[in-house]
Structure formats: C-alpha cells, structure tokens
C-alpha cells in the first residue's frame, strides 16, 4: 500500500551573505588581486609618516565620514572619551584652550589665562564669542560648563581631573578664576580636553539628562553646528560661519557622519568614494586604499594591550597573568596583524607619549624587558598554579580584524601551553559599554583592546590604575604604586615627576595588570580630492574638520 | 526500421529510468565522504585545527604542509574544514531531526485528531510558517545569547510547519483511503491505525521533504556564523570560516573564503540533489500505484 504523494515544499530560497562572499572570493581569485602571495613576510605594509599635508584650497559641498567605531551614543561633551563621539564632538564645542599640533596650548574661548600662584588660573574669556543660536558665552556658561562635568549624577569620566579641584568662580562677566587645593602639573592639559568644554548652560539646564542625545543636540560654540541625528542611520553637522576663529576658514559645508563597523564595508564604502574618509584604517585595507585615495600615517599615543578586569578569578593570581603575556606573540601581532605598522611595546605608555623629561623616560624604557612570546614559561607557570586551568574570558572587538587575530592567537598558544582562555567577541556596543559600566565587565576577565593617551603625559594614563579610578576596571590596589602617583600628581617639576611615574610604571609592569602589546600609528584616510587633514592624534579633541578641504 | 526504434526508446525509457543518475551517485558519494572525513577529522587532520602562527598566515594552496593554505592566524585551512564539517553537518541535522520529529507529530494530530484541533494547529503552522526562520534565529540569539543551542531550537521550531504541513495534507489524503476504515471496523484503536498504518506509508515523502530541509538549514546556520552569530570562537564551521576569511579579500587573499565557500555549496548541492531524487521517485512510484 502506497500513498500517493503530495507535492513536496521545501523553505522559500534565501539570498544570503554567504553566496555572495564566495563569488565575491572566486572573482578576486580570477581576477588575482595585486596581493596574491603567499606567507606573512609579504604581507607587510610600509607606512612612511605624514606631518604636513597641502593645505586645503577650494570649498566643498558636503562630505561623508565614517566612524568605525560606530554610532556615539550620546554626544554629550561630558561623555567624549571614547573615539565615536569625540570624533563628531571635536568639530562642534570647544574649550577654553585648545591643542597645537604638538599638544601646546592655543587660546579657544578663552583669550589667556593668568596663573597668580601655584593654585589659581585666572582665565579671560574671548570678546565676542558666540553659541550657534547667536548667544554670548558668559563666564556665567564657563563655570557651569566645568561644574557640570563634575556633577557625580553625570557620570563623566572627565570628572576625574578635579583631584585637587576646589572651586570655580565669575570673578568678572570676561573672567573666570579657577583655585586648585595643592598643585597640579596636569591641570593645563584639560583647559584644552572636554572637562573644561563650555555649552550654553540654559540650553543644557532645558535637556536636562538628554542634552547631548538625537532629540535634544548640543549647543556649543564649534566650528561645526549639530544639525540632524538620524539614528542608527546619521549624524549631521553643517557649518557654523559665525565662528569666532576668523583665521580658521573651514571649506567643507556640511558633513554627515556614517557608522559601518565592518571593516570589508568601510573599505567598499570608501574606495567607491561612497564615503569620503575614515579614521582609523582597517589594516587589510592598506594596499587597496593607498591605491585608490590618500592614506596617511603619523605619530600617535596609542596602545594595543590587555587589562584584567576582574581580579576575583584566574586574573587575581600573578602567575597566571605572568602566563598570559608569555603567551603573546608579539612578533606575530606586529609583523602579520599589523602588517609592520605597529611597534613592541615594553611599557603601557608608549614613547611617543613623553611630553616631557624624555631622557628619564626613555632610560626606565630601555630598562624594562623586550616582551617575547615564551611557550615553555607558560607550561612552567601553568604547572605552578592550578588558577592556570581555571576559565578566563578575554573579551574583545569583533568588528576589529586585528583584535580578532589577535586575540585568536593569544588564546591558542595560551592555551596550547595549558591555559584555559575563552574568547568572548563583542560588537561594538557591547565592547563600549565596557569602559562605561561595571555591569557590562561582569563575566569577564580580561579584555584585548587599542587605547589611547588624551595627552603626552604619562602620569594621566598611570593614574587610571590607582585605587578606585574610574578606569582601575580590575579593582587592583598597590600601596606603593597609589604613593608614587599621588606623590607625582603634586609635583611640578617635570624630571621629578618622571622619576616618580617611572618608578610607578615598573611596578604595574612588574604586576601584569595591564599587559602592553603594541604601539600603533594614527591612520587617516580620505579621497583624492580632498586635503588639508594632517594625520594627527590631536583629532580628537581638536576642530580637525576645519582643515579640510578641496585640493 | 519502424519496429525496432520505437522498441529501442522504449527500452532506453525504462532503463533510464530505473539507473540512478550520475549526479545523484556523484551527489551520494560526496556526501558519504564528507561525513567520513567529519567523523574521521582527528585522525585525518594534518594539523590541530586551532594551532596557530601568526607569521604564517595568509599561506597559499600547496605550501608545504599546508595543502589548502593557512587562513589569517595561520590555522590550517585543511584542517579547520576538516573539524568544521562537523558542526557543518551535525547542526543542520539535528535541526531537521526536532523539526521532522515536531512537524510529524503535529501533523498527524491535525489530519487525525478532532477537527478543532486541525484548525488550532493548521493556524499555528501558518502563523510560523510565515515567520523568517533565521529572523527567528537572531532572535533567539539576541535572548538566549550567542551559540548553536538556540538559534538550532530556533530554525526547527520555523521549520516545524515545512514538515508538519505536508504531513497533514499527505495523512488526510491516507485517511480516505478504504484501508484505514477496514482497519478501525475491525476494531484497531485510531492512533494504533495511524502509527502502524498511515505513518510508514509517509515515510519516504518526509524523507524527501527532511533532505530538502538539511540543506536549507545548513545554509541558515552558516548565515548566522557568517554573521558572528554561530559558533563561538575558536571552534570553526564553514560559516565562522568564511566570515574569518573577509578582511583577507581586501587583500587579494580569495583561498580562505573560497574553501569553506565552495564546501558550503558542494554540500548544499548534493543534498538538494539527493532531496530532489528521493521526491521524483516517491512521485514516480505514487503514479505509478
């Protein structure tokens, strides 16, 4: 007995990514793309370094920049420390002073300021300076502006430069008098940083918790008026003729920001010319983008590195953070993942980043070990330490090609030598909130990530590991470590201070709790036609749109 | 003349018919050995499929020990595809079995149980049915977290209706036919009739129907490891492979995208083959009855 069959239905066909890779992969295979070779010695890049660029000439219409990071979540001033957001935030407030391109400070709002004593800056407000809705900036918004920032409610990671903060005051309707309660040989770096940016206080005071968000905007004083934020989809800036920095003729008319994170996209956007430029430049799109536009390489203050995050696991036991950094394979993540651009890093600052004393510096540098991968040592301290077995979580960005390879690697050898490391890949979201919320580092142990310096000073990056620092994301206290920095923070003379964080270096070096790995350059990329961006680390914090322009 | 050729097609007719085709021999053999080589991967492998070498990344077809290449942390691309066949395999099946068993059990219920319950589930399965599967999947993911677990769950419940469907339409069918009243006159209980009775004479339709489906699913799982969603790292399937070899094609690096792209496709092939075939002869076989 036979049935008789029905007619057979199978799911409606799907178009998928996949198929389109593959033909994508065949059609590069046939065409044998410029790269073809084989083996990681190869693959490398040179990346010569840019300082100075032709200046920007004619005007243009309208631009789009992507921020690889992905979308701000806010842009909120008080926020800007993270990339996404000072990226946009840059071009539209500013604050008293601003950054040279050798982090000197240049006046902004501010005309000058006057430093009477050890502990006060008097500062004179520029005449005539305006926000974007044709109001004065008063002394009135200055010192609200840097109230605000402090505001625990906030929550602003800027707030963490009042240490030694005690009062800001209107002493005239063109002056603002800023007392500190002991010396503070950093202070001057954040007159030109987002803790001392002015917004308009009654504009500010009206959004309430939303100034900053797509409905509510910013009001600032920028080069860059805010002028749309589709969510999810753009952000849009449009340029501010009333800016008081005459000198500055910025060309570019409007700009709108995209937020593609994949890095194959972000490549296809820009060599279509869909998207006119990018900071930060996937590596594995060197080769094609230095064919197609300009693609520039300078100096930078970053770091690749891993910092434990939770010190109540596997983290918590020296040895087994001691095997973690053995298992890294520096040679690999300089040579292969950054293609030769990226320099080993002994000590969590980069060189690059000694603003001052540079010889004492460079003298505890050259002291410290060359890191090299050191499988046998991992096997030694994996057997010392039952931790070792234990379950540590490395979380990273998956977005990025090279924290992904990176990461992929450090896990195999570790764990190939006895360790037990899980990836965890995050999307940028995810992997944002880590350095915002504790919450968000919860199930973690470790995390892979580029950081960077705000400024050349090493003692502001070592700060961030004293005891209960907003970014101590570990928890991990040192007596002597918070002695040195606190003794450093109070003193002035530079050779001094050095001595002091050099010292302090040694010890969290000594103590892995961060891990460096690399230094990188900064990369910025932009179309043929365009010019006058300067590949510079000062971006963040610094009208970098202003310089642009057509050729 | 005029006797022999039409004599000549007819037996050309009938032989054609009965000889498997060459494509479905060529699709079955495919698919035996790469389940062999799935299920052999350890002894097979020539490298650990998470071993790697940063240095000797991006590795061309043919280089020494490394027969497809290396990929972008220098893992053996031979190796990985190796051990990634397994999850490539094993979770679209496990996929079409919750689906073939939920679809053939709801199906059964709705063409054999009361008719409030054939409304009930029929409406179920059209309201799933109308629901994207990897939507579904994404959604389990974003709930559930990354991993094969949910999203699995996910594409059987989606595909629940593919089977389920066909089943009700095939048992209705087999409901009228006078063998099934015979038996219940002589007494047999109604899950008894259609257990023994209707069930088996639905087998080689579901068998078809299941083929079909593996390489759907197979195809949606690779999509959500493309997309990051799938198999958390290191643990490879084809998808997570393709997705990994990405970036290597902005640099004119096609191999470790092409491997695992192409095993994908062979795959899915062979099984739409097989799939195809098993319907043809069950129709040919219901014409013929």
């Known amino acids: ?551 | 003349m005029t006797l022999t050729l039409p004599a000549l097609r007819t037996r050309r007719g009938t032989s054609r018919a009965r000889r498997r085709p060459v494509a479905v021999l060529l699709s079955g053999g495919f698919l035996v050995v790469v389940a062999a080589v799935a299920a052999l991967a350890p002894v097979l492998a020539p490298h650990s499929p998470d071993a790697t070498s940063l240095l000797d990344s991006f590795l061309l077809p043919g280089a020494p020990g490394h027969l497809l290449g290396t990929d972008s942390t220098g893992r053996d691309t031979l190796s990985r595809l190796m051990y990634g066949a397994r999850l490539s395999l094993l979770a679209p099946l496990g996929v079409v079995a919750l689906a073939t068993i939920a679809g053939v059990t709801l199906g059964l219920l709705a063409a054999r149980g009361p008719g409030w319950l054939d409304v009930l589930l029929s409406r179920a399965m059209d309201v799933v049915f109308a629901f994207p599967g990897l939507l579904l999947a994404m959604l389990a993911i974003a709930v559930f977290g990354r991993g094969l677990t949910a999203p699995m769950i996910a594409l059987a419940i989606a595909y629940t209706p593919f089977v389920g469907r066909v089943v009700r339409s095939l048992a209705l069918q087999e409901s009228a036919r006078p063998y099934v009243e015979s038996y219940q006159v002589m007494g047999f209980g109604r899950l008894a009739v259609t257990l023994r009775h209707v069930l088996p004479n639905l087998t080689p339709v579901i068998a078809a129907q299941s083929a079909l489906a593996f390489g759907y699913a197979l195809i949606d799982l690779a999509t959500l490891s493309f997309l990051g969603l799938g198999v958390r790292p290191p643990q490879s399937d084809w998808g997570s492979m393709i997705a990994q070899a990405q970036p290597a094609l902005l640099q004119g690096l096609p191999w470790p995208a092409v491997v695992p792209g192409i095993a994908v496709l062979l795959t899915v092939v062979a099984v739409n083959v097989l799939g195809d075939h098993l319907g043809n002869s069950v129709g040919r076989t219901g014409e013929r009855s």
């Open chain 1, 1 to 551: 007995m036979h049935s008789t069959p029905a007619t057979l239905t199978a799911p409606r066909s799907r178009g998928t990514a996949l198929a389109a890779t593959a033909l994508l992969a065949a059609a590069t295979a046939a065409c044998g793309g410029s790269a073809g070779g084989g083996g990681g010695d190869q693959r490398q890049f040179d990346a010569e370094y840019t300082s100075d660029v032709p200046a920007a000439a004619t005007p243009v219409e309208g631009i789009t920049w992507n921020l690889p990071t992905g979308e701000p979540p806010i842009l909120d001033p008080a926020q800007s420390a993270v990339e996404s957001i000072s990226t946009v935030v840059s071009n539209m407030c500013e604050g008293l002073f601003t950054f040279d391109e050798d982090y000197g400070l240049q006046p902004a709002l501010a005309e000058s300021v006057e430093h009477p004593d050890d502990l006060t800056y008097v500062f004179t407000l520029r005449e005539g300076a305006t926000f974007w809705n044709g109001n004065p900036v008063t002394a009135d918004d200055v010192v609200y502006s840097v109230t605000r920032i402090l505001d625990p409610a906030l929550a602003s990671p800027w707030a963490a430069w009042a240490v030694n903060f005690e009062s800001i005051t209107a002493t005239a309707p063109d002056e603002v008098t800023l007392r500190l309660t002991g010396p503070d040989p950093m202070v001057d770096n954040f007159f030109a940083l987002p803790a001392f940016t002015v917004v308009e206080r009654a504009t500010a005071e009206a959004a309430g918790p939303a100034f900053g968000s797509a409905g509510a905007g910013v009001m600032c004083t920028g080069a860059y008026e805010f002028a749309a934020w589709d969510q999810g989809q753009s952000i849009e800036l449009t340029r501010n003729d009333d800016w008081w920095n005459s000198e500055a003729e910025p060309l570019v008319e409007s700009v709108t920001f995209t937020f593609v994170t994949d890095p194959s996209a972000q490549v296809a956007s820009l060599r279509s010319g869909e998207t006119d430029g990018q900071w930060i430049v996937p590596t594995a799109g060197f080769d094609q983008l230095s064919e197609e536009g300009d693609l520039l390489f300078g100096e930078s203050l970053q770091n690749f590195f891993i910092s434990a995050t939770d010190l109540t696991g596997p983290m918590g036991d020296p040895a087994v953070r001691d095997a973690l950094q053995a298992a890294i394979d520096y040679e690999g993540i300089s040579e292969s993942v950054y293609r030769g651009t990226a320099e080993h890093l002994r000590a969590v600052v980069p060189p690059t980043a000694y603003g001052y004393a540079e010889d004492v510096f460079q003298e505890a540098y050259e002291e410290l070990p060359q890191p090299a991968q050191d499988l046998d040592r991992v096997a030694e301290l994996v057997s010392q330490t039952p931790r070792a077995s234990e379950e540590l979580v490395l979380a990273y960005l998956a977005a990025a090609d090279e924290d992904t390879r990176a990461a992929t690697a450090i896990a195999d050898a570790a764990n190939q030598a006895g360790m037990n490391v899980q990836l965890r890949p995050l999307t940028p979201p995810e992997f944002g909130a880590l350095f915002a919320s504790p919450q968000a580092r919860e199930g973690f142990d470790a995390l892979l990530s580029v950081g960077y310096l705000d400024y050349p000073e090493p003692l502001a990056y070592y700060q961030f590991f004293t005891t209960g620092n907003f970014y101590n994301f570990a928890g991990w206290s040192d007596p002597e470590y918070d002695a040195l920095i606190g003794e450093a923070l109070g003193t002035v003379d530079d050779t001094e201070r050095a001595e002091l964080v050099a010292r302090a270096q040694a010890i969290i070096l000594e103590q892995d709790i961060v891990i460096p790995i690399v230094s990188l350059p900064t990369a910025v990329y932009h179309g043929p036609e365009l010019t006058g961006l300067a590949p510079r680390e000062t971006y963040r914090y610094t009208p970098w749109l202003a310089a642009l322009g057509g050729e």
